[in-house]
Structures are given as structure tokens and as C-alpha cells.
């Protein structure tokens, strides 16, 4: 078993039982799923607008290489760089060595995944650079030095007198409130300081405009805004499945989008950016850069099977209403994108034989699936990756062993019937002499959370068979 | 391990007056194997049962699990099979219990009796890979004396899983104990679903917190005639395909 593996059975076996941070969690996901639901009743024909927005994205995931040429082209002739990104290293290296030459030294960042998946941060500090995380949530996790918890709302297992607790170590000893109200405030004022002190702004993207050549970032903070404009440097770092054909396909997309993440009809700061400051305008950077990366989609898209994966719009709807995000939360996923996406993705970029397991903690209740806004066969490529892995040889030996005798048995009527009344008849006798629960009983970790299982005294073909003797007799 | 559904099954449809028969070569439709990523050792599996039940008008399983192995996953399994074409075929002819009996047959009073309090768990294959929503629950407001009580978030999986409920124990039995919680709040006598492997998981659950809650497979309520009382319904579901 990976090290991964074991780590994560180990936090999913105390974050299930910790009865305390299930109750935040499902306190959070039960306010969420309210408004999910009046939200998506504001869009007259949700199925329509998902179809939509899956075809959309079909189609520039089917045609990448077009639309971010097409992309790249627009920002360029206004005046910004692109910078394509192999893998996290390159990424980072371009982000780090921009900064040293600008003689950067302070950064601040608005919410991006993209930039926690390549470690951008680290790799900035490492160089003496600090950065600010200016989402809240963002901000209350940096101040915890952990990662974010949701890809969308990234402090979602704290409540506010352990945020209030946190502001009064790291912050200001003196905060004796801990109103969400006064605490915003706090973070704000500290926040201020950074945004004008930052040479350099770092964002994410939702989406990546190939025909207008514009970056599109949804917000509900402002800090996004105060990110891109303020600063002298302005860099996007985002992955290359974010590109989409039309400036129109924003039209469905973004209150898909906020739909899925929030409930919002739409955020409350929908912002284009498509360049640097241009003569004449008071605001925006001077230096526009655009980072796209790759670090193992191109691979995922040479995959047909799976190649939809990369319709995902991060809108974190999946990872709502997983039972399994629900029972562990999401630091036991030890990833950068937790629940359902995480556990089809982080195989891919990651490695199958380190994350396989993720691909198998889950019982394919196939409710991710059910609200994908994108419409990704999320459950079915669980599936897939467990099939990959099996034919990988990463599975256990003794599994393995385990199914060529089931195989024989399930493809013989008399070995299945005997294999079944085996079972039965030795469970009885294991019982009978009192071996319940030793290491000899099968049914051990079954009996852990439950009531030991009825054992028939016959099978329903014996039942069958009798009964249709007795009716022929 | 739970024969009861099967005859109960066998009895609704008898009483209904459907002519029927159980192949006795039949085994399993290979989920076990499949869901654990052992395609290889499934698809002789499914290869059997495609043979076993080829010449089957209608195959009518009490199991939405297995019905959406045969009719999603078949295609894709046995995409390279020379029984493909059979098992596409017979795949339009398997139906889930209250899917044949609501959705092709029209039929919703089956004349059952059961005079209990019944909370109803919605099953994630048949709910979402079927789309089986509310069939069932037409099928359970027609029955005599029932009072359906509904328990909150009645969708949510009850953490069973297969082979997950082993190589995860901790986060199944959790997700089972959540279920269990809205069970415990509606009071019920019973609680019902079409899927017997999630009964078997909550029924040991709910025993585990000896909760005076019992399971029961919708087979075994709609089985019942006259106004008698079962007991904990311990020989319950089965796998078998009448
Ligand atoms: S996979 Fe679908 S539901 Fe999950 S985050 Fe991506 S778009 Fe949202």
C-alpha cells in the first residue's frame, strides 16, 4: 500500500468518527444544498443549460490546440506574454524568475487551485518573495499553513470563534469579537496594506476567451479585482483545459458556474481582462502575463476514454454532495483537489500506483455525476481507473488471487452453488465453536459497525427446487 | 445470503399471474468483480449470464444494482464479446422489480397489505443509474395500511458499496450510521428500498445500534396479503434474478 494510502485510511478513519466536524460539515453542505436548489430553479431548464455547457466544452477540449493558439494570439497583440508551462517546475520557475527581475517583494494572489497544484507559493517564498492570500478563506488557511479544505470555499471546516481564536495568535492579540462582521474587518485592514504594497498580483481563471483573447475570473470578494488591477504585474497561472470558444459561451457558463458553486445566480465580480494598461486607461497593470499549464493534461487528453474529465469547471458541486467528502472532509484526500474530481483526476496527474486508492474509496452512488454541471461521467471513470489499476497489476496479490477463484466459481452453476453453501455452513461452524471476531472470522471487519449477518439455512434455488417439487408432486 | 427477496418476488409476480422461471445455471452478473476493476474476471461472468438467460421475454431482478450492471455496463464490458449483440438485446429486457411492474406494466395496486410505519431509502443505482425515483414509492402508497413516512435526505447513499464496505470500513460504517440517523428520526417500523444489498448493510447497522427499526425489500411488503405481522425480516434479500 502507497504511503498516500495508508495516510488516508489512517485520517478517513478519525475524520469519520469525529462526530464534531461532520456536524460543521453537514451544517455547511445543508446550507449549500438549499441554495443550490433555488438557484437552479431561477434557470428555466437546468438539463438544457448543462447539456449546453458540456457541448461547449467538448468542443474546446476537442479542439485545444485552435482556441488556446487563438487565445495566445489576442493577448499577445495587446501587449501581454504567454508562457506555455510543461509541468510545475517551468511554471514556477517563469512565475519566480519574473519576480526576482521585476524585484518583487511582495505578492498578493486571488483564489486559484492551479497555483496550490504547482506549489507556486512555496516556491515564491523559498526566493524571499511573501505572499498574501487575499480570498478569506485563502487567507485563514495561509494563517493555518494548511491547504484549502474546498476548492471553492477553502475554509469551510473552521467556525468563527476558532477563525476569531486564529486572527488573535497572528494577528492582533486584542480582537475580542468574533462577529464574521469584525473579523472580515481585521482581515481587510491587513489586506489593504498588502494589495498596496504588492508589485506583483497573482490570479487563477475560470475561463480562458479563445475569440476575444480575454481571461474571465469570477470573484464575490473584490480581492480578485484589487489582484489584477493594482499592482504593477499582473499573472495569470491557470491550466490549459480552461479555454472555450465564444465570449458568448460566458452567457451560460457563468451562471452555470456560480449556480453550481454557490447557489449565486451569478458572482457578484464577473471580470475580462485581455491585456496590460493601454494608453490613456487609469488603471490595470503594466505588465500582463498569461501562464499556461500543462503538468499532465495533454496526457489526459490523449485518453478518450477519460479525456472528459477536462471539462471540469471547478465549481466544486460534486464534492457537495459526496457521502464520502461529507464523512472524511477534505484534507484526508491529501490532494489538491479532493473529492469526486480529485479522487478521477489526481491518478492521472499524480500517478495511478500512489492514488489508485483514491479511485476505490467510493461506492459509485454516482450523485457527483447526477449534478456535474459539465456533465462528467464522474462515477464511471472511478470505475475506469480502478479497471486501469487492476490490469496495472497495482492491486493486491492476495485480491487478485481472491477473483480468479470467484471467476471459476461465478462461470460454474455447481461450484457457484457449493461455493455458497460452503460459506454458509462454515460460518455456522466457526460461530458454533465460538470464533466470532478472532482472526479466523471472515466477516470480522463487516462486524465492526454492524450486527453479524443472518446466515439462510437454504439458498433460493434449494427453495426453488422444493417448491417446485412439491407443486409437480 | 438473503433468499427471502427472491421468493417474495416470485410471489408478487405469481399472484399477478406472470408466468415464471428461475434458470437454475444462473450465478451473478459479475458486479463484484467488475466495481473492484477485475474486468477480466467479470466479463466471463457476464458472459454466463447473458447465455443463461438469452432466451428470457423478460428478465425482472429485485436488485437495482444489478440491473444497471446489465444494462449500463454490459455494453462497455462486453463492447469486444461475441455475445454482444445478445447482451445489448437482453439488457433492453432486464428490468428492475418496480420498474417492470410501474414503468412497462402499468401496474401500481398489487393488492398488498401491510399495516406498518415504512420510511423508504432511495438506492443510488436504481435511483440514478435507472432513474427509478418514483416507482417504488407509487408501488408503496397503493399498499393497504401502510403509512409512508419520509425520512431526510432519503438520497444519500447508505455507504455500502461492495467491497468498498470492506477496504473502507470506517468511512461505510460512518456513511451507514448517518443513513441510520435519519431512519432513527422518522420513528418507523420499517425501512425500505429495492436494493437488497443495501439492506443487508443497513440491517446489520441498525442491529448493531439495536434499533427497533427493521429493513425489509419492497418485494417482501408488496408479498404480503393479509394483515399479518412479519418478523425482523433476517432471511431477506438474495441476489437471485427470477
Ligand atoms: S467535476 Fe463537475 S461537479 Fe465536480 S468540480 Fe468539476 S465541474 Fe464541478
Known amino acids: ?473 | 445470503m438473503l433468499p427471502q427477496v427472491g421468493v417474495d418476488t416470485v410471489k408478487v409476480l405469481r399472484r399477478l399471474g406472470y408466468n415464471l422461471d428461475y434458470p437454475e445455471d444462473q450465478t451473478c452478473c459479475g458486479q463484484p468483480a467488475l466495481n473492484t476493476g477485475y474486468w477480466g474476471e467479470a466479463r466471463p461472468c457476464a458472459e454466463h449470464f447473458v447465455r443463461v438467460f438469452k432466451n428470457a421475454d423478460v428478465v425482472v431482478c429485485p436488485s437495482g444494482s444489478c440491473v444497471s450492471v446489465i444494462r449500463l455496463l454490459y455494453p462497455e464490458l462486453l463492447a469486444h464479446s461475441p455475445l454482444r449483440e445478445e447482451a445489448l438485446s437482453l439488457a433492453s429486457r432486464t428490468f428492475e422489480f418496480s420498474e417492470f411492474l410501474v414503468k412497462v406494466e402499468a401496474i401500481t395496486q398489487v393488492g398488498a397489505s401491510f399495516p406498518h410505519t415504512v420510511t423508504y431509502h432511495a438506492s443510488c443505482h436504481g435511483l440514478r443509474e435507472l432513474g427509478l425515483r418514483e416507482e417504488p414509492l407509487k408501488l408503496l402508497r397503493q399498499v393497504d395500511g401502510l403509512k409512508l413516512i419520509e425520512m431526510v435526505r432519503s438520497e444519500e447513499c447508505c455507504g455500502f458499496g461492495g467491497t468498498f464496505a470492506v477496504k473502507f470500513a470506517d468511512i461505510s460504517g460512518a456513511m451507514g450510521n448517518s443513513k441510520a440517523d435519519s431512519v432513527a428520526a422518522t420513528s418507523a417500523e420499517y425501512v425500505t428500498a429495492i436494493d437488497p444489498s443495501c439492506l443487508m448493510h443497513l440491517d446489520g447497522i441498525l442491529g448493531k445500534r439495536q434499533s427497533p427499526t427493521r429493513t425489509i425489500h419492497l418485494a417482501s411488503i408488496l408479498a404480503n396479503e393479509g394483515p399479518k405481522n412479519e418478523g425482523r425480516q433476517n432471511d431477506g434479500p438474495t441476489q437471485a434474478k427470477p
Request: with cysteine; net charge positive.
Open chain 1, 1 to 473: 500500500m502507497s504511503t498516500a494510502a495508508q495516510r488516508f485510511l489512517q485520517d478517513a478513519a478519525i475524520k469519520s468518527a469525529d462526530l464534531l466536524h461532520r456536524e460543521v460539515i453537514r451544517r455547511g453542505m445543508d446550507s449549500y444544498d438549499a441554495a443550490h436548489l433555488k438557484g437552479r430553479a431561477r434557470i428555466k431548464d437546468w438539463e438544457a443549460a448543462r447539456q449546453r455547457c458540456r457541448e461547449i466544452k467538448r468542443e474546446a477540449i476537442n479542439h485545444l490546440d485552435r482556441y488556446l493558439l487563438q487565445f495566445e494570439e489576442k493577448v499577445i497583440a495587446r501587449g501581454g506574454h504567454v508562457f506555455w508551462a510543461a509541468n510545475s517546475e517551468e511554471a514556477c520557475t517563469y512565475v519566480k524568475n519574473l519576480a526576482t527581475r521585476l524585484g518583487v517583494r511582495t505578492v498578493v494572489k486571488s483564489k486559484s487551485m492551479v497555483t496550490e497544484e504547482i506549489r507556486l507559493s512555496p516556491a515564491l517564498e523559498k526566493a524571499g518573495i511573501k505572499v498574501w492570500e487575499t480570498d478569506l478563506g485563502e487567507f485563514i488557511v495561509q494563517l493555518r499553513d494548511e491547504p484549502p479544505y474546498h476548492i471553492v470555499t477553502p475554509a469551510m471546516h473552521l467556525n468563527r470563534s476558532q477563525i476569531a481564536q486564529l486572527f488573535r495568535e497572528k494577528l492582533d492579540p486584542a480582537i475580542d469579537s468574533d462577529d464574521p462582521v469584525d473579523l472580515m474587518a481585521v482581515a481587510r485592514r491587513k489586506l489593504r496594506e498588502a494589495f498596496f504594497a504588492a508589485e506583483m498580483g497573482i490570479s487563477g481563471a475560470n475561463f480562458l476567451v479563445a475569440d476575444a483573447g480575454v481571461v474571465a475570473i469570477s470573484t464575490n470578494e473584490g480581492n480578485g479585482r484589487l489582484c489584477t488591477s493594482v499592482p504593477p504585474i499582473h499573472v495569470v497561472v491557470t491550466g490549459i483545459e480552461k479555454v472555450i470558444p465564444r465570449l458568448e459561451d460566458l452567457a451560460v457558463l457563468w451562471p452555470v458556474l456560480a449556480t453550481s458553486g454557490t447557489g449565486q445566480g451569478i458572482t457578484t465580480y464577473s471580470t475580462l481582462i485581455g491585456g496590460p494598461r493601454r494608453a490613456g486607461e487609469t488603471d490595470g497593470p503594466e505588465e500582463f502575463h498569461v501562464v499556461l499549464v500543462d503538468n499532465g493534461r495533454s496526457a489526459l487528453l490523449a485518453d478518450a476514454e477519460q479525456r472528459e474529465v477536462l471539462h471540469c469547471i471547478r465549481c466544486g458541486a460534486c464534492l457537495n454532495i459526496c457521502p464520502v467528502f461529507r464523512h472524511v472532509g477534505g484534507h484526508t484526500y491529501g490532494t489538491t483537489y479532493p473529492g469526486p474530481i480529485g479522487s478521477v483526476l489526481t491518478p492521472h496527474l499524480n500517478g495511478i500506483k500512489e492514488f489508485k486508492h483514491l479511485s476505490f474509496a467510493s461506492s459509485l452512488c454516482g450523485a457527483c455525476s447526477s449534478v456535474c454541471p459539465v456533465k462528467i461521467d464522474l462515477h464511471h471513470h472511478l470505475l475506469q481507473n480502478r479497471r486501469n489499476a487492476t490490469e496495472a497489476g497495482a492491486t493486491k496479490s492476495s485480491e487478485r488471487a481472491m477473483f480468479r477463484i470467484w471467476r471459476a466459481a461465478m462461470g460454474s452453476p455447481s461450484l457457484y452453488a457449493l461455493g455458497g453453501w460452503t460459506v454458509r455452513k462454515s460460518l455456522r461452524l466457526l460461530y458454533a465453536l465460538g470464533l466470532a471476531e478472532t482472526f479466523l472470522d471472515p466477516m470480522r471487519v463487516w462486524n465492526r459497525y454492524r450486527s453479524s449477518m443472518p446466515l439462510p439455512s437454504e439458498s433460493f434455488r434449494a427453495k426453488w427446487r422444493k417448491n417446485r417439487a412439491a407443486s409437480s408432486s
